[in-house]
């Protein structure tokens, strides 16, 4: 049987809190019974898929939506369940004020007010212990002229340092990049290379938050893993997968090859190694399925292709590539691709003391039961709210 310790044993996935809550299309959110009403029921449920998996020790928070009156309670709260608090997410897309902008705006008071929501959000993170801020922004423009586009580049790199100056030393900023939505023209940070250059100009601790989902269809995102890996700047993923939009579907549900080649390039990369800046993180939502199994099938996910890319005989594959053996090459590759994993997998958990398969012992815990029948009433999380 294979040893996959030496790469498993340092893996880590955050989970997102909002995963654990309603979510939807712009048609419809469907409710579920057992969902979380609070973000303490949310860190319960993120727990129960870290005790199942032992892979998913931290969970991401999202301010508003997660807001409470004491962080450190909350910190105290999580360590209970053996899961710690992640990387706070801010908002700057759900206020009338920012409709059209927030770092970016040509208003400076609504600039000032994104600037305090994320210097609120550096507050949390030093009660949590939080150690990365990302930020995402709705910010960018549906029709061209519609907006002074190098001016708003100019001010988000303003609004982006005064932030940046309030990061502590054991602090992070990651800059997520997303072509399209909620803008239709053009987004204020489209791409790797945006963010890269924004990143850049702030410091040593401001990095590139990869979203796989936000890319344009075709896109080699294992170039960009690999890129932003060789400049030192890939601070986080975003993991999820997609067949057309920015679908936030389980991660290498629509595509498994694409997961073990973005891997790949992790770990060619150093991205697994123990010391690696690279945070993985999930960002996804559960619509239709159950929402704690969908995080538990996300681990076990990123788990098995991160097994299988650790198989690449790497000596093998360097010397084919050198040798001019196209076919060799890919061969080798290949071969790991469609190596099973899963008895391994099973067996490396059952020696940790998990169980081997995370998914059957999920539904025969009862936890579905129990908090559909103890989380009546209150008001089900969503997301956006
Ligand atoms: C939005 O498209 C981004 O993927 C964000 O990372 C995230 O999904 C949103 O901010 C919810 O927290
Ligand atoms: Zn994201």
Redesign the pocket.
């Known amino acids: 049987m294979i040893d996959f310790s030496p790469v498993l044993d340092t893996l880590k996935i955050e989970l997102?809190s909002?995963a654990f809550g309603n979510s939807g299309t712009r048609f419809k959110v469907f409710g579920t019974p057992g969902t979380p009403r609070t973000i303490q029921e949310k860190i319960a449920d993120a727990a129960t898929v870290h005790r199942l998996t032992g892979l998913a020790p931290t969970v991401a928070l999202?301010i508003p939506w997660d807001t409470v009156d004491d962080y450190a309670a909350l910190r105290g709260y999580a360590a209970d369940h053996q899961v710690a608090l992640g990387t706070v997410?801010s908002?700057t897309f759900q206020d009338d004020d920012y409709k059209f902008g927030s770092l970016t705006h040509t208003d400076k008071t609504v600039r000032q007010k994104a600037i305090d929501h994320h210097l609120r959000c550096i507050e949390v993170m030093d009660q949590t212990g939080s150690t990365d801020l990302k930020i995402?922004l709705a910010d960018g423009t549906n029709y061209p002229g519609q907006g002074d586009i190098r001016g708003r580049q100019d001010r988000l790199a303003d609004s982006l340092a005064t932030i940046y100056q309030h990061i502590g030393d054991e602090q992070r900023l990651v800059l997520?990049y997303?072509f399209f939505?909620p803008a239709t023209y053009m987004t204020d940070v489209p791409d790797w290379g945006t963010s890269y250059a924004q990143v850049s100009a702030l410091g040593e601790r401001a990095m590139v938050c990869l979203?796989t989902g936000?890319h344009a269809p075709g896109t080699n995102i294992e170039f960009i893993v690999a890129q932003l890996l060789r400049l030192g700047k890939l601070g986080s993923f975003?993991f999820n997968s997609r067949f057309y939009a920015?679908d936030?579907l389980i991660v290498g549900a629509a595509d498994p090859f694409q997961l073990f080649r973005i891997v790949f390039e992790v770990i060619r990369g150093g991205g697994l190694d123990a010391d690696s800046p690279v945070a993985l993180m999930l960002?996804q939502c559960h619509n239709v399925e159950a929402k704690i199994p969908g995080q538990i099938r996300s681990v076990l996910n990123v788990a098995e292709m991160t097994a299988r890319a650790s198989l690449v005989d790497v000596d093998a594959l360097t010397a084919a590539q050198e040798a001019g053996d196209v076919l060799g090459a890919n061969a080798i590759f290949m071969d790991a691709f469609y190596t099973d994993v899963r008895p391994a997998l099973a067996a490396y958990r059952e020696e940790r003391g998990l169980p081997a398969d995370p998914m059957a012992a999920f539904a025969a815990s009862g936890y579905t039961e129990t908090i559909v029948a103890q989380r009546v009433g209150g008001t089900q999380s969503s997301w956006g709210a």
């Open positions: 997102p909002w999202h997410n908002n995402w997520e997303k939505e979203d936000h975003d920015d936030d960002d």
